[in-house]
């Protein structure tokens, strides 16, 4: 674990502010950047695509200001980008900012992403060409028989790493599976491996823990916002680009849902439905995620930015 930069006399930590969809956590790692000198770096596998903006809930400019904002629009829609990607772009991020005397803040809510920093992972082993074979083998299976013989199967061999994965996520399912048949280990037993190695820097992950009613409250009203502000707009836009239905990207909430609308199945109303009780449901799985990491996430209580701000600095400043 590499703590000689100058930010680590001062801190012990470099905070992940993490939580559910919509409990605030960008205006408190915001807030945490202005007060400490600090610089943004986003943990949300699908603010990384350019152009999806509405959608998935980037930070506008007038939020951001001249905070500088790392790791989201890095890539085009449909391209993969794995926990690896990730890894790989985020932690020279984190390194160059560090080098500048500045403390880095994390923010996001995918769970494997902040799992990756806070406790490393290396997948620097395994035939990779093999597991490129056999992923293209298992696409063409999805392709001819659909993703539920290939979700019943990761349940039997891997049922931890299962209850992890939706069932329409083809792209994690065929992941797990391309990882068993290439390896002959379990996808869980890879990433159980992976952490031997250690984080390269020293996290602490501090999570906003509302009461559910009003968090869900605040999930349905988000999600009222986002109609207002151009989802329907910006999921026409990424029909045009004809990105493959399977790709990362139409997964996350509200262009699958939109898209529905716009092909006439469904009246706009039923589509913000969905969304809504999709993003509940999001949420509720984020926070399992998070709760089960134990006590290697700090609980904070939901307050304005400024104040947790300053408990969050309080923490992990070395006294």
């Avoid at 994390?106 to 093999?130: H, K, P, R």
């Avoid at 891997?158 to 996808?187: H, K, Q, S």
């Avoid at 968090?215 to 989802?231: H, Q, S």
């Amino acid at each position: 674990m590499n703590t000689s930069f100058p930010v680590f006399e001062k801190y012990s930590y470099i905070p992940i502010i993490a939580g559910p969809t919509a409990s605030g956590k960008s205006a408190l790692a915001l807030e945490i950047c202005k007060t400490a000198d600090g610089e943004l770096v986003c943990a949300d596998s699908m603010q990384i695509y350019k152009g999806l903006d509405i959608g998935t809930a980037k930070d506008t400019k007038e939020e951001i200001g001249d905070i500088p904002h790392y790791m989201t629009d890095i890539v085009e829609p449909g391209t993969n980008f794995s926990v690896y990607d990730y890894l790989s772009a985020a932690l020279p991020v984190i390194r160059d900012i560090l080098e500048r005397g500045k403390l880095p803040v994390v923010c996001g809510g995918t769970g494997q992403y902040i799992s990756s920093l806070l406790y490393g992972l290396d997948y620097g082993t395994g035939d990779e060409d093999a597991e490129i074979k056999v992923t293209r083998e298992l696409t063409e299976e999805y392709e001819k028989n659909g993703i539920e013989p290939l979700y019943s199967r990761l349940k039997e061999i891997d049922p931890e790493a299962a209850a992890n994965i939706e069932p329409n996520n083809t792209r994690r399912v065929i992941r797990a599976l391309a990882v068993y048949d290439a390896l002959g280990m379990t996808f869980t037993e890879k990433n159980r491996r992976s952490k031997a190695s250690g984080p390269e820097y020293p996290f602490k992950v501090f999570m906003i823990d509302w009461d559910r009613e009003v968090l869900y409250d605040r999930i349905n009203r988000r999600v009222g916002i986002m109609i207002e502000n151009g989802l329907v707009e910006e999921t026409k836009m990424l029909q045009s680009l004809n990105v493959d239905r399977t790709s990362t990207c139409w997964q996350a909430i509200g262009y699958k849902e939109m898209l529905k609308y716009l092909e006439g199945e469904e009246s706009l109303e039923e589509a913000a439905d969905r969304i809504r009780i999709g993003t509940r449901h999001y949420a509720k799985r984020q926070l399992t995620w998070l709760r089960s990491m134990g006590e290697d996430v700090t609980p904070v209580k939901p307050d304005e930015p400024f104040v947790n701000a300053k408990k969050i600095l309080d923490l992990i400043t070395i006294k």
